[in-house]
């Protein structure tokens, strides 16, 4: 491993144009680019989602902009605290104020897929506070049988289909369906090379930009998502640099609210590589194309889901082992240790975790565990944390 | 056994220390070149690799040619590095080859303190930081120096000549402030507010040490290691406060600890990425045919 050769001048990166419009994107919520779209699309529906998985291919092929929502970040949170007791976690409130403030004015119809009792709350919630936007509560099956849970989640689909149509959205066409899914299905191909890059060559490519290009993503058609991320991954192979030894790791149970982005910066600048996470995981959920020649593209949809959904804590996986998944990640990305990072208050990431972490004992994987909230903005401790971490995996091959 | 020579860079909030280590495995390792520069509002990308490269060459290394350059600090201002290790960690391994019957460290820099109870290898066992306040940093003691008019190198040796030290608040460093000009205002010699200042110092990181129920010989690192009113001050304390006898020990080259440990650490790790490499060779070789 040879030291210094001089990387590129800062300003000179590649890949600086693309990351600022991503970071655009990031810092108004893609609202910015919702309100666009609207204006060259008069009479469509920019329909909003909430972690972890939304069917956007169903979306955009009812002619609407899937727009996610994944909390307001730091946003200062006045009247959303009122809401929630102490003990709930922060992204149902800087939703709620993003709602009240008046921020989300642009989006039509809100969709809250299951994962926990208080997004199901903050669904009810939101059909009292803004009657005039249509909001659903997706839920989503925990029995994988056809006949049973795909019949159930089939008429869940149609139902919101139905009524985003009521609402103005275009009728269900299979055809756009199909073309939706083609497209989803090579954004997500693209999001696959991006986690390759991130495998094998860390430093080509950060998670922290990773994790700015995927989530960029959220606010954009996958078709213009899967551009940006073409974009990105030509800037990065003209990247000149070295590796870097730092402890390779994977970052978990952030599904949900999302971390501030400080703090993926603040793991990186520790010494860790986060090789592979979770963070954006409803964009990579359906593990697998969907089929997109499959006679009926709905049904295909929901077939995916039901037999190539990700594993993570909102998904029941019956008889199945929890951390097999976990683990088979770890050793996919060659990770030398994992980072349990979880949204304080997040039941789903909480309830899961000491399996998880049994599961990584029993293998012999060092891993480290903290929590935050989506508008934490103190990196010290946990900077401390995972250095201390990083520090004691690659030098003394334990955790501390 | 081969002599790695390795760099470590330690950017810290005040100054950047960079050294060149020669070591082979199970030695204790030499210095080969060392420096400390303050930043004073200098670009830090830039100074660090200016003062890097004057290492380089009073070394009499390429820099090209060191096989690991491992940064401690602030990593962002050292892009060509090999590797980073984090301050504890580092302040640990320096301050064991300062002095190598050290089992805790105190390292009191710019911002922040923290107290490390170590191994015999080095290993951070556990440890303990100040809160977010600066009244237990060398910023503070900076700051104090520049209203009182006293040249920083001339604060620790003033601060022992005190005869009756003044009580400074020790919990915030906006009250110890007020505190000092008080002191100014009423007359009271610049020892003996500075000796108040040190002690105020030393009473919390004696409580963070002993908060680690350390033993033995405690080396007190960066920047405020050269400040020998402080290091007496915490001698001081530590006697006063009816704990185990702890021998508080410090060195010249204190400031340069994290450095020292990075450049060691490099060497370490650089010689277990090379058995590794070897080992699945010679494993890779076992399986072909």
Not at chain 1, 87 to 114: K, N, W
Not at chain 1, 136 to 161: M, S
Not at chain 2, 214 to 232: H, K, P, R
Not at chain 2, 243 to 251: K, M, Q, R, S
Request: glycine share 8%; charged share 25%.
């Amino acid at each position: 491993m040879k030291a210094p050769l001089a990387p590129a001048p800062r300003d000179a990166d590649p890949a600086r144009d693309v990351l600022r419009r991503a970071h655009a994107l990031l810092e108004d919520h893609g609202l910015a680019n919702a309100a666009a779209w609207k204006r060259d699309h008069p009479g469509r529906l920019a329909v909003g989602y909430m972690p972890v998985y939304a069917p956007r291919p169903l979306f955009e092929a009812l002619g609407c902009l899937p727009v996610a929502v994944f909390g307001g970040g730091d946003r200062d949170v006045i009247r959303g605290d009122s809401y929630f007791q102490s003990y709930i976690c922060h992204i149902p409130r800087s939703t709620l104020e993003l709602g009240v403030s008046g921020a989300l004015q642009g989006i039509d119809a809100m969709v809250f897929p299951a994962i926990c009792d208080v997004i199901r709350n903050l669904s009810g919630m939101w059909q009292m506070l803004f009657p005039d936007v249509y909001a659903a509560y997706l839920d989503v099956p925990q029995n994988f049988r056809p006949e049973v849970g795909g019949a159930f989640y089939r008429a869940e689909l149609e139902r919101i289909a139905s009524d985003l149509v009521a609402r103005g959205a275009l009728a269900l066409d299979p055809e756009r369906l199909r073309a939706a899914i083609v497209t989803e299905n090579a954004r997500r191909r693209a999001l696959l090379a991006l986690g390759d890059v991130r495998r094998e060559e860390p430093w080509r490519c950060p998670a922290s930009e990773a994790y700015a290009i995927t989530r960029a993503g959220g606010a954009l058609l996958a078709a213009d998502h899967l551009a940006l991320l073409g974009e990105y991954l030509a800037a990065i192979a003209l990247r000149r640099g070295s590796p870097k030894d730092n402890v390779r790791v994977v970052l978990t149970g952030a599904f949900c609210e999302q971390p501030p982005f400080g703090l993926i910066k603040s793991l990186e600048l520790a010494g860790c590589d986060i090789v592979d996470d979770d963070l954006q995981l409803g964009l990579t959920y359906i593990e697998g194309d969907i089929d997109a020649e499959a006679a009926d593209p709905l049904g295909a949809l929901v077939t995916a889901f039901l037999e190539r959904g990700a594993a993570t804590a909102s998904r029941y996986i019956g008889d199945a082992h929890k951390g097999d998944a976990l683990l088979a990640r770890v050793r996919r990305a060659r990770a030398d240790g994992v980072v349990f990072a979880a949204a304080s208050f997040c039941d789903p990431a909480l309830l899961d975790e000491p399996m998880l972490e049994a599961a990584m004992d029993e293998a012999g994987v060092p891993y480290t565990s903290f929590k935050y909230a989506e508008n934490t903005g103190q990196f010290h401790v946990i900077r401390e944390q995972a250095g201390a971490f990083s520090d004691a995996v690659r030098l003394w091959e334990s955790a501390p | 056994m081969i002599e790695r020579i390795t760099a470590g860079i330690d950017v810290g909030a005040g100054a950047v220390k960079v050294a060149i280590t020669a070591s082979r495995a199970g030695d204790a390792g030499r210095v080969l070149a060392s420096a400390v520069e303050r930043i004073r509002r200098r670009e830090v990308h830039e100074l660090t690799a200016r003062l890097f490269a004057d290492v380089c060459r009073q070394a009499g290394v390429e820099p090209e040619a060191l096989p690991y350059v491992a940064t401690t600090g602030d990593t962002e201002a050292v892009p060509f590095a090999t590797g980073h290790f984090y301050s504890m960690t580092t302040h640990a391994r320096g301050a064991l080859f300062l002095e190598p019957r050290a089992r805790a460290v105190l390292d009191v820099g710019a911002l922040h303190a923290r107290a490390i109870r170590t191994d015999e290898r080095g290993k951070v066992l556990t440890h303990r930081m100040t809160s977010q306040c600066a009244s237990g940093s060398g910023q503070f003691v900076e700051n104090i120096a520049r209203y009182l008019g006293v040249p920083l190198d001339d604060v620790g040796a003033l601060s022992q000549g005190s005869r009756a030290p003044e009580a400074v608040s020790g919990i915030c460093a906006v009250l110890a402030e007020t505190d000092v000009i008080n002191m100014v205002s009423r007359g009271v010699a610049t020892a003996d507010i500075l000796k108040g200042i040190h002690v105020s110092i030393a009473v919390r990181l004696a409580k963070l040490l002993r908060s680690l129920k350390t033993q033995g010989v405690v080396f007190v690192s960066g920047g405020l290691s050269l400040d020998t009113g402080l290091v007496d001050a915490v001698r001081e304390s530590l006697g006063e406060d009816r704990g185990a006898p702890l021998e508080v020990v410090t060195h010249p080259d204190g400031i340069l600890a994290g450095a020292l440990g990075a450049a060691l650490l490099g060497s370490y790790r650089h010689a277990q990425l090379e058995r590794r490499a070897r080992a699945q060779a010679d494993a890779a070789a076992a399986v072909a045919p």
